[in-house]
């Protein structure tokens, strides 16, 4: 098994990092399907759901990304009666994705945890917690 083990500056400096290039007003959008390799990558899954950002997207603290608040969407026509989100990924106001994150239920552990994982067309979708932690 690998194993890296960063300094805590370097974890802050590129939680920050992270934070910067979501830069102001981004958006959390999620989707059904296999993550792509990299967030440059198209998702080949349906979009379930965007999600509008906080004007600034959140605070590092001790190399954790915590986000600010996330407004409150609904499900996508593509949702259709009722598709598993299987991750969210963060893009910038102007759609260029930078990070793709897990998505569990509210308790479940995910980095992205929202009111129910099943999206349907049409009904609220709500972020309870979305933090991004360095290893």
């Not at 300094?7 to 792509?36: D, E, M, Q």
């Not at 991750?87 to 929202?114: C, H, K």
């Amino acid at each position: 098994m690998a194993y890296l083990n960063l300094n805590p500056t370097l974890k802050n400096t590129r939680s920050n990092a992270i934070l910067t290039a979501i830069g102001a007003s981004a958006t959390v959008n999620f989707y059904s399907g296999a993550i792509p390799s990299d967030p440059s990558v198209a998702p080949a899954g349906v979009l379930l759901a965007t999600l509008a950002a906080s004007a600034t997207f959140g605070t590092v603290t001790g190399s954790v990304l915590t986000a600010n608040a996330i407004t409150a969407g609904t499900g996508t026509a593509g949702a259709g009666a009722g598709t598993a989100a299987t991750f969210a990924r963060i893009a910038t106001s102007g759609g260029t994705g930078i990070v793709d994150l897990d998505v569990t239920a509210t308790g479940g552990g995910g980095s992205v945890q929202v009111n129910t994982t099943t999206i349907s067309t049409g009904v609220s979708v709500s972020v309870t917690s979305l933090t991004i932690t360095e290893a």
